[in-house]
């Protein structure tokens, strides 16, 4: 037993060096002691969420700061029209930019948007770190000979209260936070599995208990991710928009303008922000878009897991497709980090 523990061991290793470099990794078993594939499997898929996960997590403020970034451009807009004199700090907080859609009466503030973006953010890391628990569970049993169980109660208590935050949310950006709105319920379940005992020969229960709660944490991240690029899309409007005013009020005259035109420094210092929001932007566009195949990838062989735990796929059939979306994951992360590697504001 303990010969085909270290085995294991020995397996994983080589199979998370091989991938570090991108390169789908061959079977590889010792006489007398053979890894299964599905075991292989799991392992492999628990490597790559651990590492998606670590990637992602850090990142997924997108949304809350992404909405503080087009603030900041319609606050640089009003501001370079000369039609607010108020300190940013102060018109974030009491700019009003949508009424409440049943009580017009009440009106809303970038701060009120971001705010509430916040919080979804926060839900998404906490459905991050699910399946990072379950990635562990998983990673224990198969190259360890079995996961030993662990408590998640914070993270249960923490999304729970989430939840109930963002289902009091009516602004306009409900239909981005409601695609997270729901991860209480699948983080609990996942809550409850972790603190289940799994030996390596029980793997397939493992999955089958685990694995579809991971499919909606995952699906979860999909649609969140792809509800944040409008807000990119209205990111990179607002940035014309600001370049167009710079570029004019190059050109026009005091008199039209009607107010002093500004000095040479004031447009130095004007177009090099307008630059390193640009720069921003297009690395946060790229980043957007490896996010989504990482996420992707890693749903899809999360699929190909719970197919083989159910029978309906053969383990061998399952470990190949694990193998080539953990190298796409790891494909996908590496843009991450190059861009992450450029530096960003």
């Known amino acids: 037993m303990e010969i085909c523990k270290q085995k294991r061991k020995i397996w994983f290793v080589m199979a998370r060096a091989v991938l570090a470099v991108g390169v789908i990794t061959t079977v590889f078993g010792a006489a007398g002691c053979v890894v299964e594939p599905f075991t292989k499997a799991s392992g492999t898929f628990a490597t790559a969420a651990k590492a998606g996960v670590d990637a992602i997590a850090p990142a997924f403020a997108t949304a809350s700061s992404l909405c503080r970034t087009r ?61 990072g628990a379950y990635a562990a569970a998983l990673k224990a049993a198969a190259e360890s000979s079995g996961y030993d169980g662990k408590t998640l109660d914070n993270l249960v208590k923490d999304s729970a209260g989430l939840a109930q935050a963002l289902s009091g949310n009516s602004t306009s950006t409900k239909s981005t936070t409601d695609t997270v709105a729901g991860l209480s319920g699948p983080i609990a379940s996942i809550g409850k599995f972790a603190v289940q005992a799994y030996a390596v020969g029980k793997l397939k229960d493992a999955v089958r208990s685990g694995g579809p709660e991971v499919d909606k944490i995952l699906d979860a991240l999909k649609k969140y991710n792809a509800a944040v690029e409008p807000s990119i899309k209205d990111a990179e409007h607002r940035l014309a928009n600001l370049l167009d005013q710079a570029d004019a009020s190059i050109r026009t005259d005091d008199e039209t303008a009607k107010r002093p035109k500004p000095d040479a420094m004031r447009l130095f210092a004007f177009h090099d922000t307008a630059i390193r929001y640009e720069k921003n932007l297009a690395d946060l566009r790229s980043e957007w878009t490896a996010y989504g195949s990482a996420m992707d990838a890693l749903s899809k062989a999360n699929k190909a897991m719970s197919d083989a735990a159910e029978g309906k796929m053969k383990d061998e059939d399952a470990l190949k497709l694990v193998l080539g979306f953990a190298n796409e994951v790891v494909t996908q992360l590496a843009t991450v980090k190059k861009v992450a590697a450029g530096g960003k504001e």
């Open 71 to 131: 603030a900041r451009m319609d606050f640089m807009f009003v501001r370079e029209q000369g039609l607010s004199t108020e300190l940013w700090s102060k018109w974030y907080e009491t700019h009003r930019i949508e009424n409440d859609r049943i009580d017009p009466s009440r009106r809303y503030t970038w701060k009120d948007h971001c705010d509430i973006l916040a919080k979804s953010d926060a839900m998404l890391a906490r459905g991050l770190d699910a399946v």
